[in-house]
């Protein structure tokens, strides 16, 4: 049993906007009102807001496989100390989440986790672009999406089917939308800094080009289509018209799209190389203008760990950062205190949308609802120290960052998953 008193609940998804208290007991919240009292573990929340735990849709565990990187217990420990209380993790692993056993590895693995793992399985074996898999099977063992991330499905053809055959077996397909043949090799975005620095880049067309592609099959076959880590003007306009047209499109983005731009490359720090990159400063204006106008969903992280060996070599490092810990801190100082969206919406991005879209349980406070919560202080500014990530890997793009706004307490199917400072 477990009592919050005093917060200031915000839960859009049942317009609820109060100060009040909350218990809990067996894992679900069984009442809500004032002076509760109760014989158990009390928080007291005055002055700080209580939200639905952040369900982020985009993760990578590394976990079978890539274990130094990241395992699907540490990967939750970051993710209890972000307010994050449910992950969906991408099928990249080895072997590749393409059978019902990996799938079942992984949520056996994930009963002793400080998070709710859902796991992302393989539009096709062994992420080739080939055959595709058995979703039905996949779909029984506990999958909820997906996913080739990592690489997109080459063949349209392939895709298509496989957009029909998620349908039908109620897995949600995510598109990571990326012409390889366009890339080419290319570590950083094509533009001024990659002609400066003298390295390959990657031409924002590659996206563009699989967005519209993917919403042209999307809109033939009357079907679903999640586009991964939008990070450009086009996609987000791409996206944006589709929708007016009542295709079924839906989009994420994460907080590195939306604060940096590839000026940060200047640094020559890996650290600062992700996939899809850091792209202009339009694309970034772009991307916080999708996010306010209701074109983008969900803000996610897409947070990749890699080995500080690993990021070590600037052209030779792997794409990818971490950001479980950073995310709703840098959505509260990029997007909230700077009067772009109110909590509300900020709610719906994290947690309501990804809980609709996967068809999972959270999203709002509710009486007899699942006990997960966030409570939070929206005006405690702190900086981001990688070593002080609970994460395997520190390879922050936020590091040295001070940011508004941290996460206190983390509850998780009603048991305390991260305290600090309340």
Partial sequence: MLLIKNGHIISPQNNLDTICDILIENGRITEMNENISANCEIIDAEG???????????????????????????????????????????????????????????????????????????????????????????????????????????????????????????????????????????????????????????????????????????????????????????????????????????????????????????????????????????????????????TIDCIVTDHAPHAAEEKADFEKAPNGVVGLETSFAACCTYLLHTGKIGLPRLVELMSVNPAKLLGIPGGKVEIDGIADLVIADLDKEWTVEPEKLHSKSKNSVFKGATLKGKVLCTVCNGQITYRKGI
Avoid: Q, W
């Fill in 48 to 294: 700080k807001v209580v939200l639905p735990g952040f369900i982020d849709m985009h993760v990578h565990l590394r976990d079978p496989g890539f274990t130094h990187k990241e395992d699907i217990l540490s990967g939750c420990e970051a993710a209890a100390a972000g307010g994050v209380t449910a992950v969906a993790c991408m099928p990249n692993t080895d072997p590749a989440v393409d059978t019902p056993e990996t799938v079942r590895y992984i949520l056996d693995k994930a009963k002793k986790a400080k998070a709710r793992v859902y796991p992302v399985a393989c539009i096709t074996k062994g992420m080739n672009g080939g055959a595709l898999t058995d979703m039905k099977a996949l779909r029984e063992a506990g999958a909820v999406a997906v996913s080739d991330d990592g690489r997109p499905v080459k063949n349209a053809k392939t895709m298509m089917e496989g957009m029909k055959l998620a349908k039908k077996n109620r897995l949600l397909p995510i598109s990571h939308c990326e012409d390889l043949d366009i890339i080419d090799g290319g570590i950083i975005h094509k533009g001024k800094v990659s002609k400066e620095l003298g390295v390959k880049g990657m031409n924002r067309a590659s996206e563009d080009s699989i967005t519209a592609r993917e919403i042209s099959l999307a809109e033939a076959e009357n079907v679903p289509i999640h586009i991964a880590h939008v990070s450009t003007k086009g996609s987000v306009s791409i996206i944006r018209d589709a929708k007016r047209r009542g295709v079924k499109v839906t989009c994420e983005t994460c907080p590195h799209y939306f604060v940096y731009d590839h000026t940060e490359l200047y640094k020559k720090d890996a650290d600062y190389r992700m996939n899809p990159p850091l792209r202009e400063p339009d694309d970034l204006k772009e991307v916080m203008e999708g996010i306010v106008d209701g």
